[in-house]
């Protein structure tokens, strides 16, 4: 193995995992995120958005950890993290919200 | 084959793996509308999908990197099933419930129970009809209203109606409670219920809670329905490929003959026939219910074409007319069944792709009601080939009578 001190930060991981492959995930990726746009507008009920926003969040954290295998650095997953934290108790609190709306008129 | 270029590709395979199942959860959850399994498509994408991708960013070597996709998988692993959790407790709360609205129309009651005696002829029919007071669905009741039923038959008109989601903590008594049809609704389902009306026919009506589709099919088996009619949207190419209608929905999931209405009157019935299972369904249906003794039928049966290249060489030649004689012999045994019971019948055969030749004759004839024989293809056959019925439902103007008939 080649010690670390001697390739740049960038092109260690230019070998290790090619760009020409997380740049065709991150194509793909996007191209979920699209059709997953057209999901949530296809959903008929509350439910039906609330889970095509949580799987659209699911979507952009894909995206966010490929874009960090594409530039090597890694303050995007930590974007992710924070995304999934979020993501997460929006889902939570919106699921119990529905459940105690008031019926309407 | 250095070390870091087997781990690069073991990378990039596991980062297109996740890519894959992520893909694959996004397309179930188009094709299956329904809460709980797209619950379940969802959860391939939100699992194994985001995992699979953070996975991959071992192959990059990166500390920093492989710690914070550590910390996204933990966070992921531990909250996943919560979130579902949380979704999948709400919808199991407003799942569709059904109670009765009042009984309205005569106070006869049929003689017989008839159940679901599936083909044969009912001698009092069972008729689940949806109504949701759109134009669509009146467009179903004025059919409803000028088809012939036997004396006696039992038509009970079936509207869903979105619900609402009790608090948690609740039970079945408040949930039924709270899941009441909104009382504007109460008029237009009796301006409804009065068009069909009849002497001699027993019309009640029901509401349910929940998505129409899942509301209209569970209605229908509780109801022992022999037929049930629903109305159906005009929808474009684009609409008719990402979504499916409520309409497709109750003719995939529903345990007996679906019409779909689309036209006001059924006075010329085109039936399709090539032989198969599902198509001597459709002719049985139609020698056999006294439903349509009044209407014209035109049975099709449409010919395979050979390709032009092939037009030239005599085998394939002698083999399209052996075919076309083969299916003009099957147009005309099904007129002299359908006349034999008394139906106004006539015959055609046509050569081509079946689905085209379908809907060009409706569309010259005028048609008000195709009959159609459908195996009711499941699973990646249907998402793959697509089927003529299908295609009939979503292109087609005339109102659909769909007979499904699993093939042997």
Known sequence: MRPRGTATFGTWCADVLPDLVTTVAFAWATLLLLVGGVLLLRASTSLHRLLALDVLGSIVIIMLATLSFLNGVSYSIDAALALALLSFSATLVTARYLARRDRAP | ?408
């Open chain 2, 1 to 408: 084959m250095t070390v870091e270029g087997v781990i690069g590709g073991l990378g990039s395979a596991v980062l297109f793996l996740g890519l894959s199942l992520a893909t694959i959860g996004l397309y179930g959850m188009f094709r299956r509308p329904e809460i709980f399994e797209q619950l379940h498509a969802a959860a391939l994408l939100t699992g194994p999908g985001v995992l699979l991708v953070l996975l991959a960013s071992l192959a990059t070597g990166e500390v920093e990197i492989i710690t914070s996709a550590a910390l996204v998988v933990a966070f992921v692993l531990i909250t996943g099933s919560l979130s579902t959790h949380a979704i999948a407790l709400a919808a199991w709360r407003a799942r569709p419930t059904t109670h009765s609205g009042e009984a309205a129309g005569s106070r006869q009651r049929p003689a017989d129970d008839d159940g679901d005696a599936a083909l044969t002829a009912p001698a009092t029919m069972r008729v689940l009809v949806a109504y949701d007071g759109s134009q669509d669905a009146d467009l179903a009741v004025d059919l409803v209203a000028a088809l012939d039923w036997p004396a006696g038959s039992h038509l009970r008109l079936v509207t869903a109606v979105e619900g609402d989601l009790p608090p948690l903590s609740s039970s079945d008594a408040q949930l039924a409670a709270a899941n009441g049809p909104p009382p504007g609704l109460m008029s237009v389902l009796d301006g409804a219920t009065k068009r069909v009306q009849r002497s001699g026919l027993v019309v009640d009506r029901v509401t349910g809670a929940g998505q129409p589709a899942a509301v209209i099919v569970q209605e229908a088996a509780a109801f022992g329905a022999d037929l049930v009619v629903v109305g159906k949207r005009r929808r474009g190419v684009v609409e008719s490929w990402i979504g499916t209608s409520v309409a497709a929905q109750v003719v995939d999931d529903a345990p007996c003959p679906v019409l779909v209405a689309r036209q006001a009157t059924a006075q010329d019935v085109l039936l399709p026939t090539d032989g198969s299972t599902p198509s001597e369904a459709a002719v049985e249906l139609l020698t056999t219910w006294p439903l349509f003794r009044g209407s014209r039928i035109h049975v099709l049966s449409v010919a395979p074409a050979s390709y032009e290249h092939e037009a030239a060489a005599l085998d394939s030649l002698l083999r399209e007319r052996r075919e076309f004689a083969r299916y003009r012999a099957m147009a005309r045994d099904a007129v002299a069944r359908l006349r034999g019971a008394g139906r106004s019948a006539d015959a055609r055969v046509r050569t081509g792709d079946p689905g085209g030749r379908i809907r060009a004759v409706a569309a010259a004839e005028s048609i008000d009601l195709i009959v159609l024989g459908t195996r009711g293809r499941t699973g990646i056959r249907r998402v793959v080939l697509g089927s003529v019925a299908r295609e009939i439902l979503s292109f087609a103007a005339p109102s659909v009578l769909i007979v499904r008939a699993k093939a042997p």
